[in-house]
């Protein structure tokens, strides 16, 4: 009997651990900005923050990144990049591929002298998007 409950015990550990690693990070979004190409191949100046109050999961075992928007925007990871981490920023980075097939990278970038305040950059050829962002 004692024998069992152990066996219970450390099967319902190992699947409450497992679930633990498994969950999806959910981000909120306050405010977004975009910019875009100019034909010389310079970028225009970030148009102004506008508020955005939208959720952003990251899902690694699905290897997924969705943002909630009024559109619904949906990566798919192809990569995890190589995690940048110095005193000044934490810069995590994705190259991926959106619902319509178009290739992007995809930034988390925490800013560790500015209050650790968090970004989310979505990078495409011709237009970059950047949401301020904080753990949900």
């Given at each position: 009997?004692?024998?069992?409950?152990?066996?219970?015990?450390?099967?319902?550990?190992?699947?409450?651990?497992?679930?633990?690693?498994?969950?999806?990070?959910?981000?909120?979004?306050?405010?977004?900005?975009?910019?875009?190409?100019?034909?010389?191949?310079?970028?225009?100046?970030?148009?102004?923050?506008?508020?955005?109050?939208?959720?952003?999961?990251?899902?690694?075992?699905?290897?997924?990144?969705?943002?909630?928007?009024?559109?619904?925007?949906?990566?798919?990871?192809?990569?995890?990049?190589?995690?940048?981490?110095?005193?000044?920023?934490?810069?995590?980075?994705?190259?991926?591929?959106?619902?319509?097939?178009?290739?992007?990278?995809?930034?988390?970038i925490t800013k560790?002298?500015?209050?650790?305040?968090?970004?989310?950059?979505?990078?495409?050829?011709?237009?970059?998007?950047?949401?301020?962002?904080?753990?949900?």
């Amino acid at each position: 009997m004692k024998y069992l409950k152990l066996l219970s015990l450390f099967l319902l550990f190992s699947f409450t651990v497992q679930k633990s690693y498994s969950q999806p990070i959910r981000f909120k979004t306050s405010s977004v900005s975009f910019t875009d190409k100019k034909a010389n191949g310079s970028w225009n100046e970030w148009s102004d923050f506008v508020n955005a109050n939208v959720l952003i999961t990251l899902d690694a075992k699905k290897n997924t990144i969705t943002i909630n928007s009024q559109e619904v925007q949906s990566f798919k990871i192809k990569s995890y990049g190589e995690i940048i981490d110095n005193d000044e920023v934490n810069i995590v980075p994705f190259e991926c591929m959106d619902n319509k097939f178009s290739k992007c990278q995809i930034l988390i970038i925490t800013k560790k002298k500015e209050n650790n305040r968090m970004q989310f950059y979505i990078n495409y050829n011709e237009v970059k998007f950047v949401y301020n962002i904080y753990n949900d």
